[in-house]
């Protein structure tokens, strides 16, 4: 809801690297978030930026934070079969959170 | 610690019929939120709690209500179910930023 976008697929061979987007609405967003859904679970969090911030890396994970554009991207190297989810993006205003419809992750072996 | 639990895991309704969809989280945390998940439309936020005692509607709150008298409880009371309420329910916690979610409620209205 409330309008934070991302694309709805994306497909990657295994060993590529996957980038997913994100575009957020509230440029007073105090952080940033990428979760994973895997089937018939709940939402994972994978990791957040705080907005004074434009990248954080963990392990094989990047985070670019473009706040001019409101865009927001989640870099996944090397990218593996055991990837394959749903990808969520989110923001958070005052003490609510907001999330995108989520892009479906699929690895090709 | 267990994290975020949901009971039940799956649950029927007919058209009419009540239930309470019970969260419970051994963190201490202070927010906690109810969210629906439906196909297409990502999570909806139902309703919110900043703190036991308190509650506050979100995005999507009508035909809901919610109680939170322990801090490690979040309660969320359909009334009477409609065919529009079949989603998938999660509840999460919240500390300094991190949401935390549980596993999920996949309820169906007939």
């Known amino acids: 809801g409330e309008d934070v976008e991302q694309s709805l697929f994306l497909s990657v061979r295994e060993g590529d690297s996957s980038v997913i987007n994100c575009t957020y609405t509230?440029?007073?967003?105090?952080?940033l978030y990428w979760y994973k859904q895997e089937p018939g679970a709940g939402l994972q969090l994978l990791t957040y930026?705080?907005?004074?911030?434009d990248m954080k890396q963990d392990q094989r994970l990047t985070v670019l934070l473009n706040k001019k554009d409101k865009h927001l991207s989640l870099r996944i190297a090397d990218t593996q079969t055991g990837d394959s989810a749903i990808y969520f993006c989110a923001e958070n205003r005052g003490n609510q959170f907001y999330f995108g419809t989520g892009t479906s992750l699929t690895v090709i072996p | 610690n267990a994290g975020v639990t949901q009971t039940p895991k799956f649950r029927v309704l007919k058209t009419g019929q009540s239930m309470t969809l019970l969260c419970a989280q051994d963190m201490n945390h202070e927010y906690m939120y109810w969210y629906r998940q439906d196909p297409g439309m990502g999570l909806r936020l139902i309703h919110y709690?900043?703190?036991?005692?308190?509650?506050a509607k979100g995005e999507v709150p009508d035909g809901y209500n919610v109680s939170r008298l322990k801090k490690q409880n979040f309660l969320l009371g359909l009334e009477s179910a409609a065919p529009s309420q079949t989603s998938v329910y999660f509840c999460?916690?919240?500390?300094?930023?991190?949401?935390?979610f549980g596993p999920g409620t996949r309820l169906t209205v007939t």
């Open positions: 709690s900043v703190g036991e005692g308190t509650t």
């Open positions: 509230d440029s007073s967003s105090t952080y």
């Open positions: 999460a916690s919240t500390q300094q930023g991190e949401q935390y």
């Open positions: 930026i705080f907005s004074n911030m």
